[in-house]
T-cell receptor, first 118, second 115 residues
Framework: SAVISQKPSRDICQRGTSLTIQCQVD?????MFWYRQQPGQSLTLIAT?????????ESGFVIDKFPISRPNLTFSTLTVSNMSPEDSSIYLC???????????????FGPGTRLTVL | GNSVTQMEGPVTLSEEAFLTINCTYT??????LFWYVQYPGEGLQLLLK?????DKGSNKGFEATYRKETTSFHLEKGSVQVSDSAVYFC??????????????FGKGTKLSVIP
């Protein structure tokens, strides 16, 4: 399985500022995903980031608030812009790997970035 | 659309007790099913998976069988340890209406194992 790292692992930020989270994978992958996990909650998909195309955002998430870059097949960034305390969450990136034919896709997750907005 | 329903937590068990965490799903087509585990302060780790009906996924003493007839994927372990204390998420993979691949998660079940 892919090994995924994220930076920073945690941060405390002031409202109104922006934070960029980096996600690095040890192998080339086509599909990368960004999730938000609010305190005590499940994961919510923010967007799918494929190399060479614009990120696809889920309902309730917009590019101005969560711009994403995907410059190559091993790296992506998520920026949380103009932060408010409601953005305090764990942000996780994940990658899809396919072991064989269709139906064998598995997502592997990074360790997450724990963000607190004051 | 796709959905996953997990039993509500938290679940508290004594060490060596038997564990069952129920998971049922609604999906079109033939999704793959997963259990992920999140230890305190960490990200999600894949625990086990099953890609077709009647498949049994297993890892670290945990098992789950893909039951298409009951649309279930219950997680079981015969004897839990304190180190199993974590949040467990059931998930299924499928495609959205636009054809993109996506994971749908349950709400998670927090397990606490006491000595």
């Amino acid at each position: 399985s892919a090994v995924i790292s994220q930076k920073p692992s945690r941060d405390i930020c002031q409202r109104g500022t922006s934070l960029t989270i980096q996600c690095q994978v040890d192998s080339q992958v086509t599909m990368m995903f960004w999730y938000r996990q609010q305190p005590g909650q499940s994961l919510t998909l923010i967007a799918t980031a494929n190399q060479g195309s614009e990120a696809t955002y889920e309902s309730g998430f917009v590019i101005d608030k969560f711009p994403i870059s995907r410059p190559n097949l091993t790296f992506s960034t998520l920026t949380v812009s103009n932060m408010s305390p409601e953005d305090s969450s764990i942000y996780l990136c994940s990658v899809d790997q396919r072991a064989g034919g269709p139906g064998t896709d598995t997502q592997y997750f990074g360790p997450g970035t724990r963000l607190t907005v004051l | 659309g796709n959905s996953v329903t997990q039993m509500e937590g938290p679940v508290t068990l004594s060490e060596e007790a038997f564990l069952t965490i129920n998971c049922t799903y609604t999906a079109t087509g033939y999704p793959s099913l997963f259990w992920y585990v999140q230890y305190p302060g960490e990200g999600l780790q894949l625990l086990l998976k099953a890609t077709k009906a009647d498949d049994k996924g297993s890892n670290k003493g945990f098992e789950a069988t893909y039951r298409k007839e009951t649309t279930s994927f219950h997680l079981e372990k015969g004897s839990v340890q304190v180190s199993d204390s974590a949040v467990y998420f059931c998930a299924l993979s499928g495609t959205t209406g636009a054809g993109s691949y996506q994971l749908t998660f349950g709400k998670g079940t927090k397990l606490s194992v006491i000595p």
